[in-house]
Each structure stands twice: as C-alpha cells, then as structure tokens.
C-alpha cells in the first residue's frame, strides 16, 4: 500500500540554532512518505545546503527578496506534490508519531480540513501544555472567541482545502485558517501525539513587531471576518466580533492615531452603526466593560 505523500514547509529567517532540531524531527518520523521543502527568506544567517542531512525527501528554495513568513508559506504550498501538507516553523519540533497519527485520523474522518495535536510549550526546559479542546472543532468560530487550542506547526492539513496565506506580517496564520474555513470549517483533534512550541527563541516575529503593526494586522483580520462571514455566525459570535472590532479600534486609538481616519472610512462602508459607535470613545469603552462582563466574555 502506497501512503499518501505529505509535503512539509520549513520557513526559515536566521534560525539556525534551531532549524537543525525542527528537521530532525521530521527525519524521524514513523511515517516515512514525506518531502521537505525549506525555504530561506533572505535572512542574515544563509542557511547552506550542505549543512542539512543528506536526504532526497530534503530540498531547499531561496526567496530573492524577504517576504515574511505568509507568503514564504505560499511559495511552498505552490510547489509542494503531497495530498497533506504541514508547515513547521524553523524553532518547533514534532514528536516521532506526528505524521503517522495525524494522517491516520485524516484517512477515516473525511469530512474536515485538517488533524491537529496536543502542543507543548517549551520555555527554559520546562515542558507546558496548552489547554485543550478534544473531537471537532469550529476553525472560525475558535479564531474569532478563544485562544487557538493549535499551534500552526501543529497541525496537518487536506492540501485540496487550504486557503491563501495572505500578506499580512503578524496574524497570518489566523487569516490562513480563517480563509480555509471557507472550503471545510472542521479540524479534528488528535491526543495520541504533540508538537513542541519554542517559546524561548530571539526570533520570535511576535516579539519583533510593533504594537502598531500588530493592532493594524488584528484589526484587518476581524475585518476580513466581518466582510466575509458576518451572515452565517450566529447571534454569540457577532457579538464577540463587535467586542473584537471595538477594542481593536481603542487599540488604534491608542497605538497608532495616524491610521484613525482610514480605518475609520473602512468601517463606515463596513457598517455606519459600526462606524458610529467607533467614533464614540466613551461609549466603546463602556459597551467594552459590558461585553467583558456578560456571557461572552473572551479570552485575549
């Protein structure tokens, strides 16, 4: 029996203490049909070909200029071959039996976007792991009220269903999730494997980006939402998704004044209701205390 090809994406930008562990790790999975594409965006550390393990499921793609790890991830998708594909970021591990679990619980539920695992975040040697959520799960819903019970480089995906990863420099990969849920809005959890977070690593983008940028990159993803999905959420989840607009925009307020105006015209072809309120602060600010107050309340 020929087993479905997996391609796995590795984005690598100046990582090089860890990207050894991370392709390791793939080395030894149980499942051996896999190929692994790298893909150098343009960093200061050059990562060289015969520094990698000699391998011909291995092969490595040089990006011209830096792109971000969004469309790094694109590039790869475009020139994977496998019926699954997984993206493993250059500072995260999987446990041996990753693969050969996730592909095994694809293979018998068919109706879902992807498989994904425990994770277990890794700071300073201690082992923590994140809470979970077991059996299905809403992949917008999650992304629009709770914390992500997955972790991107834990989570093995139907290649035929994936959406775009956009360009967005922060919240990509929820933009990624969310822009799959249009094709199967269904993950399916697997507890019988985990995927290691470094949490620890100085290359964390994270870490390395702006409070501006980050509120702009959030503020553009629940807009997104907003334009794309506002008829089918029910009741609960277009409240969280106001909560969510109305603290992105007192975030805005707060962080980068200078893109008031332009956000502001953005919600007024949104929603003049929207729009209204925004320009209200004081009246945010008490719908905010509510919500956080009320039966949908949300994590941040």
Not at 1 to 26: A, C, E, G
Not at 236 to 252: N, P, S, T
Request: charged share 25%; net charge positive; with cysteine.
């Amino acid at each position: 029996m020929i087993l479905p090809l997996v391609s796995i994406i590795i984005p690598y930008h100046n990582k090089k203490d860890t990207i050894f562990r991370s392709v390791d790790s793939v080395i030894k999975q149980t499942y051996t049909n896999w190929e692994l594409i790298i893909i150098d965006d343009c960093g200061e550390d050059k990562l060289e070909i015969n520094s990698l393990p000699k391998d011909d499921r291995i092969r490595i793609l040089f990006n011209e200029l830096n792109l971000g790890a969004a469309q790094t991830r694109q590039r790869g998708i475009e020139n994977s071959k496998g019926v699954y594909i997984a993206f493993l970021d250059a500072d995260d591990w999987w446990g041996k039996r990753f693969l050969e679990v996730c592909t095994k619980k694809l293979s018998y539920i068919q109706d879902c976007a992807g498989c994904y695992v425990n994770i277990i975040e890794v700071k300073n040697g201690e082992e923590k792991k994140r809470s979970k959520r077991s059996g299905l799960s809403n992949i917008l819903n999650t992304n629009i009220a709770y914390r992500r019970p997955w972790q991107t480089s834990g989570i093995l995906w139907r290649k035929s269903v994936v959406g775009s990863w956009g360009v967005l420099k922060t919240h990509e990969d929820s933009w990624f999730e969310v822009m799959t849920s249009k094709n199967n809005n269904v993950l399916v959890y697997a507890e019988d494997e985990n995927c290691f977070y470094d949490q620890v690593g100085n290359n964390h983008l994270s870490s390395l980006t702006s409070k501006p940028d980050s509120t702009l990159n959030q503020q553009k993803l629940f807009i997104m939402i907003y334009k794309e999905f506002w008829k089918c959420l029910d009741f609960k989840h277009k409240v969280i998704l106001y909560h969510r607009l109305i603290r992105g925009q007192l975030r805005i307020f707060e962080y980068c004044p200078e893109f008031s105006s332009e956000m502001g015209n953005i919600l007024m072809k949104l929603n003049p209701c929207l729009f209204w309120i925004r320009n209200q602060i004081f009246t945010m600010k008490v719908i905010r205390y509510f919500l956080k107050r009320s039966n949908y309340k949300i994590k941040f």
